[in-house]
């Protein structure tokens, strides 16, 4: 693998408005949003042009929107730089955005996919509702070191873990209420430069999103997958996989498990990728890969 690879975001990027330009100016992003509609069954467009941002970031809501606004901007360099389309070698997107890298490699169709997200959003939602939780980005440690202050924070049988593996010194944990809380004020204890509560329904990617993992089973068992065209690199074990099967068992382990981004994209760069592009709604993929490696090439085409 050399070359070009594409980046896909998760939860977290979206903003009121986003859209709305490509769609003004891309037929097939037009298109896409009314396959969405017919999907989901409500205006997914009228949601990210208009909001409210209340209802555009809750869970159910943003999963369908970052997914659908990612592929319209793949669509919109179809249409205006088919080079670069041509040219990907390989792609990955964070949480929810390994979805939508998936439908660019071909691995599932467009609607099937989007009915796969909204019952994922939906039962991560649910699995929050259930339990009063949350995320804390550490900032300033090694991965060793947050899980000793994991097991510090963590109270009698709270649950308190790893989340999120983003780049050198930006680990994200998840858990319960009052388990974050306690990590926030001891990260400084134990070294960390800062814990910023983070703005999510819940403890993603972690043991508290067990009751979603049936309803995740149920809806990617009734759609087709296919080989990857090009290698996705998987946010469980930061690796790709041809087995449409194995495909469909890490997306269901995604999340219950460790987002390993940092590896993902080691894996990308040691491949041979040596340009990057994130496509979709905000930077926040080119910044932790800058942190990554300032020499690394990376443009962000947004929405």
């Known amino acids: 693998m050399t070359g070009h690879a594409f980046l896909f975001p998760g939860q977290g990027a979206q903003s009121v408005g986003m859209g709305r330009v490509i769609v003004d100016s891309c037929p097939e992003a037009a298109a896409l949003f ?51 389309i041509a040219g990907c070698q390989a792609a990955a ?50 991965a060793d070191e947050v899980e000793k202050l994991c097991d510090a924070a963590r109270g009698d049988g709270g649950i308190l873990e790893i989340a999120n593996l983003l780049c050198p010194g930006n680990i994200a944990v998840s858990g319960d209420r009052a388990s974050c809380e306690r990590v926030a004020e001891l990260a400084a204890e134990f070294g960390a430069m800062k814990a910023i509560p983070l703005a999510v329904a819940g403890a993603f990617h972690t043991s508290i999103m067990q009751s979603a993992v049936e ?75 800058r942190r990554l490696d300032r020499k690394i090439e990376c443009s962000s085409v947004s929405c």
């Open 34 to 84: 009314d396959r969405a509609a017919a999907v989901l069954g409500y205006d997914l467009a009228e949601v990210c042009f208009e909001g409210p941002a209340e209802k555009l970031d809750s869970t159910v809501i943003s999963q369908p929107a970052l997914f659908v606004c990612s592929l319209a901007v793949v669509e919109q360099l179809r249409q205006d730089s088919m080079d670069l």
């Open 93 to 142: 997107g964070l949480s929810l955005g390994e979805y939508t890298a998936l439908v660019f490699a071909g691995v599932m169709e467009f609607e099937d996919a989007l009915a796969v997200v909204q019952q994922r959003g939906a039962a991560m939602q649910a699995a929050a509702d259930a339990v009063p939780s949350g995320m804390v980005s550490v900032l300033g440690l090694a």
């Open 215 to 289: 309803r995740l089973t149920t809806a990617l068992a009734a759609v087709t997958l296919n080989p990857p065209r090009i290698p996705v690199i998987c946010n469980v074990d930061a690796q790709s996989h041809d087995d449409p099967e194995v495909l469909r068992e890490l997306l269901i382990r995604q999340v219950v498990s460790p987002v390993l981004w940092e590896e993902s994209m080691r894996r990308l760069i040691s491949d041979g990728c040596t340009h990057f592009h994130e496509l979709g709604p905000g930077r926040v993929l080119r910044g932790l890969l």
